[in-house]
């Protein structure tokens, strides 16, 4: 049996949770394709998700699809990709699956992601004061600047996350 979701998540970590709940329902995820998840009915917990953002698309980076391979030379299944989204699972017998095991990469991962939320957020920005200055029809400049939000607090978030990780790296020191 098939089923389709599309959800939208500006935290990869609440997605995380979400395949991880589907999961346990017994619900294994197929592909992921512009926000659009393809599930195939399977065994209940049977796998834990991760997923990450490559520094590219694989098919123009080989550092990205060098990552991929070294994910699945540890036991990871590469399960689909989504933009620069890379979605993976390991069975669970094979115990806990953390896609990041230090501060260091989960740092450069929460930069990366802030980031690319935040050039997105900006870029549309620009769109909107562009399309105002120019004179275009006011709604065209709502709509950028509407979508600008949701990316620019993605951005803001993940920044939190990178000072709370930093925070907490001191306090361990």
């Keep these: 049996m098939i089923m389709k979701r599309t959800k939208w998540f500006f935290d990869h970590e609440k997605e995380e949770k979400w395949l991880n709940e589907m999961g346990k329902d017994g619900w294994q995820l197929k592909k992921v394709k512009a926000r659009r998840y393809t599930?195939?009915?399977?065994?209940?917990?049977s796998h834990e998700y991760g997923m990450l953002l490559l520094d590219a698309v694989p098919?123009?980076?080989?550092?990205?699809?060098?990552?991929i391979d070294f994910m699945e030379s540890s036991g990871a299944e590469y399960v689909s990709r989504c933009f620069r989204w890379a979605y993976f699972r390991r069975e669970t017998d094979q115990g806990p699956f953390?896609?990041?095991t230090d501060r260091d990469s989960l740092h450069s991962h929460y930069r990366r992601v802030a980031m690319m939320n935040g050039l997105i957020g900006v870029a549309n920005v620009t769109i909107a004061l562009s399309n105002l200055e120019r004179g275009i029809e006011i709604g065209w400049v709502l709509s950028n600047a509407i979508v600008s939000l949701p990316f620019l607090w993605a951005a803001y978030?993940?920044?939190?996350?990178m000072r709370k990780a930093k925070k907490d790296e001191a306090l361990y020191e």
Excluded at 39 to 45: A, L, Q, S, V
Excluded at 157 to 161: A, C, D, I, M, P
């Design 157 to 161: 978030l993940y920044v939190g996350k």
């Design 39 to 45: 599930f195939e009915r399977g065994k209940p917990g």
């Design 59 to 67: 098919a123009l980076s080989r550092n990205s699809r060098s990552y």
């Design 98 to 100: 953390r896609v990041y």
